[in-house]
């Protein structure tokens, strides 16, 4: 069975950082992809970034690119969105998902597990 905890989102100003955390149980994380994505209220849940198994490979939202990071450390079996200059537009809650694959994808469809959220509020 698959857990994903997400961490570290509060409120922050603008033009300032977070850094997320996921923190995933099970055996399968090292072999899988993983993916962030948000959803702010009254709107799709949509991309953010994703990594692939080893970490060689990441794709990231044309809203977020240059100012968003992921990384994973799988000895920890976690997943990181550093997330800089940040807009207020980037307020949403923030899912992290983790794929069957290990291949990255940006689609929600195309991931198993999802984790509960965690609120990011970024004031003007």
């Known amino acids: 069975q698959v857990q994903l905890v997400e961490s570290g989102g509060k409120l922050v100003q603008a033009g300032g950082s977070l850094r997320l955390s996921c923190a995933a149980s099970?055996?399968?994380?090292?072999?899988?992809?993983m993916g962030w994505f948000r959803q702010a209220p009254g709107k799709e849940r949509e991309f953010v970034s994703t990594?692939?198994?080893?970490?060689?490979?990441?794709g990231y939202a044309d809203s977020v690119k240059g100012r968003f990071t992921i990384s994973r450390d799988n000895a920890k079996n976690t997943v990181y969105l550093q997330m800089n200059s940040l807009k207020p537009e980037d307020t949403a809650v923030y899912y992290c998902?983790?794929?069957?694959?290990?291949?990255?994808?940006?689609?929600?469809?195309?991931?198993?597990?999802w984790g509960q959220g965690t609120q990011v509020t970024v004031s003007s």
């Open positions: 998902a983790q794929r069957s694959g290990g291949a990255p994808r940006s689609r929600p469809d195309e991931y198993a597990y």
């Open positions: 099970g055996r399968t994380f090292g072999d899988s992809a």
């Open positions: 990594i692939s198994w080893s970490g060689g490979t990441t």
